[in-house]
């Protein structure tokens, strides 16, 4: 035999199984011709058992399931609700809203072919099994809207394939593994509104295709990590309601991209970084109920722009006069002074919310459409003739009525100018809470 017809036959050979290993897998030891990789006796077993484990006779959806007993082999895709079978091997499990109620089986882990695993809203109780580790062609994985308990940590390891992940609104407890990290393809990670505790890993700055991040409504604590900014493709992040502290990172302004930046309701201090008026297809910028410090910076841009119940000071910057979002609320800060709005207030336009802030009323006044008053009848939309004394008033001081910036809504829709004694009509606006509109007969005055 030549010793080109040995290594001929060697390359032959070689070429074979890098054909077989690229099919899906070697198969395993014992599978019967015929059938996947993974022995249809194992996947019927499985099957089995989570209909039993998980309420199945009450499921909304159950074609097929109940003749499980009698199958020996895998059914055809059709037979069986929610599952697909491809190449002999179940590689979808889709039950969602289906009724499903209970522990899962510890065994469901045997399906190593599953690709897909929906099992949202449903009333599933209980710990993840650690058999779920070996789930390591795994896609996409859909837990939320569930009652389930226990630790993550230990149950995603191996999923390198995973593109999918949402174990939200559960009562998972424990710290979020940082492990998950080391899952290069993640592009959605949902854990939000559930228990748990601790930092958000700095190893999900890792995740360079990460789109979407929701930790929100959790006890985490300790600071956002600014290794997300590393996430370059990240549109979505959601942290707000946990117990999160330190500063903004400046290091979120390299995602130009992002499209949503909530944090709100955590206890973040110190300044909003100069840097986000980088940020350039902002949505919404959610940071109210923290306790941030320091002027608002200049050329914010957000559809929606929401900053209240903060400490913020100083005057608003110009720039805001001229901005085209929709909604920009500074409720409950410390704001002395706001621009001239060249847009109209009020919905559909400009929505603007200013309460409880320390005014300057000279910048207040060329913003306010004075009312028309009971004593005259008259109608319009000009501004006091004469400007008011007032330099300084904050929401609810002496000589004011309501909670608003300047002449307030009661709650008949009426609005009172201070020290004018004229109670006049004005329709009210969801922009200043009740922006009167007209001329009064005489100039309205105001107490500082």
Known sequence: MSRFYVVSRWWRWALGLVLLLGAGGVRAQGVPPGQGLVADSTELRVLRELYAAADGPHWAQRRGWDSLAVWTQLPPNGRLSGVVVSVGDVLHLELRGNGLAGPLPASLGALEQLRVLDLADNRLAGP???????????????????????????????????????????????????ALGGLPRLYSLGADHNQLTGPVPAALGRLAGLWRLSLAGNRLTGLIPGALGRCQHLRQLFLGDNQLSGALPDSLAD???????????????????PGYKRFRALYRLDVSGNQLTGPVPDSLRAGFLLLQNNRLSGALPASYGTTRNVQMLFDHNELTGIPYFAQPLGYPNLQLGLTNNYLAFDSYEPNQV?????????????RPAQPTPCRRWRAGAPGWTGASAGPTTGTNGSARWAGSGQTCRGKRSPAWRGRPRGRPTRAPTARA
């Open 128 to 178: 993840l099994p650690a058999g779920l580790a070996r789930l390591t062609a795994l896609n996409h994985c859909f837990l939320n809207r569930n009652q389930l308990s226990g630790a993550l940590a230990g149950r995603f390891d191996g999923w390198g394939d995973l593109v999918n992940l949402d174990v939200s609104d559960n009562r998972f407890t424990g710290v979020l593994p940082g």
């Open 255 to 273: 995602i130009a991209d992002l499209d949503y930046l909530s944090a709100e309701n955590n206890r973040l201090t110190r300044a909003i970084p």
């Open 370 to 382: 004075a009312p028309a008053c009971t004593s005259s009848g008259t109608t319009g939309s000009a």
